[in-house]
């Protein structure tokens, strides 16, 4: 059979956009058949060149968005689709518009989920969590951690002028609330999740002799200062290196 009749199918044509559509969209290999109505799928594809290259097309694309949606290393993506290095894989983004944006699309809905997960978790005052947050306050502190010396961040040892540039919070505020209960380090540092475990715990109007807000208000706030750091962060670092697990 000749490839151009290897097309043809109980009287139906399969167009190279359904094939590669097919195979970009459907987990296995039988669910493309039943979309493209083909049983014969495989002595289709076999008997078509063209068709077959669609087919592994959009295989390609689907791994691709596959391993895009994973915290993997671009050094590991470029491994796991077959490619030397993380330069051809650069290499392929830049030169292939479509494969491009499957990838870019799938890094932003990676970003999406981790900032929903990372907040959720800070929010929730996880120690380990707030942890993952080290470089997004320490950024947007403007390098300083929990030291005034802008030493190593340490999210249970902030110091009050960090904490009060990543909150918009006046110094002269926490303080208030320092004298209305809410625990500090005797070296005058703060711990953010103790910070955010007494914002919650706090709903009345404590402190605010010239603050309106309650401090459970404060903690959206706060969530919403991080919540734009973690935005800004992830875009520009979702392909720092991650250990990934062995096999493929």
């Given at each position: ?6 097309q ?7 167009s ?8 970009q ?5 039988e ?10 799928l495989?002595?289709i ?13 959009g295989r ?14 671009r ?5 796991r ?10 290499e392929?983004?830049?030169?292939d ?16 989920q981790?900032?929903?997960?990372l ?10 969590s ?18 005034e010396d ?25 303080s ?16 953010l ?24 208000a ?11 750091v ?19």
């Open positions: 059979m000749g490839s151009d009749a290897a043809w199918n109980t009287g139906t044509c399969l190279v956009f359904a094939v590669l559509r097919a195979a969209e459907c987990e296995s290999f669910q493309a058949a039943s979309r493209l109505q083909a049983a014969n495989g002595e594809l076999a008997g078509s060149e063209v068709l077959r290259a669609a087919w592994d097309r390609f694309l689907r791994r691709l968005a596959e391993l895009g949606r994973t915290p993997f290393c050094a590991e993506v470029a491994k689709i077959g490619l030397a290095d993380e330069a051809a894989l650069q392929l983004l830049r030169t518009a479509e494969a491009a944006d499957v990838f870019q699309r799938a890094r932003d809905e990676l970003c999406i981790a900032r929903s997960a907040t959720k978790s800070a929010e929730a005052g996880h120690v380990a707030i942890r993952a947050l080290e470089r997004l306050l320490r950024a947007e502190a403007g390098g300083g951690g929990g030291s802008g030493g190593s961040f340490d999210p249970t040892r902030v110091a009050p002028t960090t904490l009060a540039k990543i909150s918009g919070i006046a110094p002269m505020q926490w208030r609330w320092v004298n209305a209960g809410l625990p500090r380090s005797p070296d005058g540092t703060f711990s999740p103790t910070v955010f475990t007494w914002l919650r715990r706090n709903p009345q109007r404590t402190g605010t002799r010239r603050y309106r807000q309650k401090p459970s404060v903690v959206q706030r706060l969530q919403q200062k991080i919540n734009r973690i935005e800004q962060e992830l875009k520009g670092q979702h392909d720092e290196t991650i250990v990934a697990p062995a096999g493929r």
